[in-house]
């Protein structure tokens, strides 16, 4: 049976979304970093795999990008996902709050509101929310700032929302397998690997029949060679798929003044998930 792959452990925000996603009889498999979920999806040949590739406050996640640019060929983009990442405040109802765990960030980020709502309660940082709400669980005077829908794992309550109110931060995944996949008329966006001369003027040419055609670039990133100093790779994310005459004929003229430019899929967009 098919594994998904996520950024463990249970209760993280992937672990939220691959139950959203792909439901609760899922076979959801945690990983510790995101290149051994490329491993994984790799070694297996079946599985698939759902990894961060950017958040709306903290921008992109380069270990993903990198991951996806030295596997081009042999790993494929099947689906970009979107997730509200809300923090919550995690605990047990009718309990005092004497010590609340989070991630660093969280407690950084959450510290006047700490501060006001709980200044008596000891502040521990641990190495992701979801440990967080573990330790919390373990304990009925303490508390997590962790994903609201990583209470129903750990067995806690809803306390508060310290962001109520506040904007919307999102993070966008991809779902990842070992072999192409046939997106269809659905299809929404191409992902690209371009590999361009260090010339003055290369990018610049090598934009032009987007610009032209009126093909839209959703992202480009650029990633330095490793062992090659001022060596560059770019990672593009298009609009539409090579299924529309107009986008064809732009992939082609753009790779004709490109040293490579590789497909890494093209897939559709799902709606938005709330965590």
Request: glycine share 8%; with cysteine.
């Amino acid at each position: 049976m098919r594994s998904i792959c996520f950024l463990g452990p249970e209760g993280t925000f992937s672990h939220i979304l691959a139950r959203k996603r792909f439901g609760e009889r899922a076979v959801l498999m945690p990983c510790p970093t995101i290149e051994a979920i490329f491993d994984r999806v790799l070694g297996s040949g079946h599985d698939l795999g759902i990894v961060p590739i950017e958040n709306s406050s903290g921008g992109t996640v380069y270990d993903s990008v990198d991951l996806l640019i030295r596997h081009a060929r042999r790993v494929f983009i099947w689906e970009e996902l979107a997730l509200d990442v809300r923090i919550a405040l995690l605990g047990h109802r009718g309990q005092a709050v004497k010590t609340v765990f989070s991630h660093f960030v969280q407690i950084k980020h959450h510290a006047e509101w700490l501060k006001l709502r709980h200044p008596k309660a000891r502040l521990h940082a641990l190495a992701s929310t979801a440990l967080a709400a573990q330790k919390a669980a373990q304990s009925k005077q303490a508390a997590a700032l962790a994903s609201p829908g990583a209470a129903d794992v750990y067995g806690l309550d809803l306390l508060e929302m310290p962001e109520a109110g506040q904007p919307v931060n999102v993070t966008h995944f991809f779902v990842i397998g070992a072999q192409a996949r046939n997106a269809g008329a659905r299809s929404q966006k191409t992902a690209l690997v371009a590999a361009l001369s260090n010339v003055c003027g290369s990018l610049h040419r090598f934009l032009g029949p987007f610009a032209r055609q009126r093909v839209n670039l959703s992202r480009i990133v650029s990633r330095p060679v490793p062992g090659q100093p001022q060596t560059y790779v770019f990672f593009l994310e298009i609009e539409g798929g090579p299924g529309s005459p107009v986008v064809a004929r732009t992939l082609l003229k753009a790779g004709s003044l490109a040293e490579s430019l590789t497909s890494l899929g093209t897939y559709t967009v799902r709606r938005r998930y709330k965590s």
